[in-house]
């Protein structure tokens, strides 16, 4: 009966700190960093910032805007001047007109 009892009491502690969102990781290394404002900017000029950024390049998404150049971006997800963990993938709307 003992052994319910404390298999119980172990399954009620993971599913509140499954569902509070408690850490209960050793993982400290994990640093939050503020996500830069890439909208503008060239595709490689971006690349080149999220890395020093301590993040990653994530999904692209291809939009057409005739009023802008190729490889322009326009979108990025996080937004700018977010907090994100490092390594975060950041999403980028990148304007290609030359596709069809």
Known sequence: MRKI?????????MLFTA???V???NDETSQMVIVPNLN??????A??????????VGDIIYV?????ADSTIVKQN???ETKAEEKTAI???VVDNKSD
């Open 64 to 68: 057409k805007d005739k009023d802008l």
């Open 78 to 80: 996080p937004a700018a």
């Open 40 to 45: 503008g900017m060239s595709m490689e000029q």
């Open 19 to 21: 569902c509070s969102g």
């Open 23 to 25: 850490n209960t990781s």
């Open 91 to 93: 999403e980028l709307t």
């Open 5 to 13: 009892t404390i298999l119980a009491l172990a399954f009620t502690f």
């Open 47 to 56: 690349f080149e910032i999220i890395e020093d950024s301590g993040l990653r």
